[in-house]
């Protein structure tokens, strides 16, 4: 899997290993999270460095976000990154939990 035509990352939710994640040529961008019960503890986002200020991380954790918005989850960031990003977005500070 590569970013679209349009240069938008194709984020894939992968459940099984409790990530979301955006495959490219130069590695595997990825936003970690661990659901306990009705919360969401999100504890890692990594991107590779030769893809980094794309705008990639914030897509990951957005999302992130939407999916926990959509079940009906709270989120706890755990990752600087996420923190910082709820921050800058108060739209998600509803979802703290």
Do not use: K
């Not at 970013?3 to 939710?13: E, L, S, T, Y």
């Not at 460095?49 to 989850?73: D, F, H, K, N």
């Amino acid at each position: 899997m590569t970013a679209a035509a349009d240069g938008v990352p194709a984020i894939v939710h992968r459940p099984e290993a409790s990530r979301f994640e955006a495959a490219y040529d130069e590695g595997l961008a990825v936003c970690v999270y661990r659901r306990e019960g009705d919360l969401v503890l999100i504890t890692h986002t990594e991107v590779p460095v030769m893809l980094e200020g794309r705008g990639i991380a914030a897509a990951l954790v957005q999302a992130t976000l939407g999916w926990a918005r959509a079940q009906g989850l709270r989120v706890r960031p755990l990752c600087s990154y996420v923190v910082a990003y709820m921050r800058r977005h108060p739209q998600t500070q509803d979802l703290l939990g």
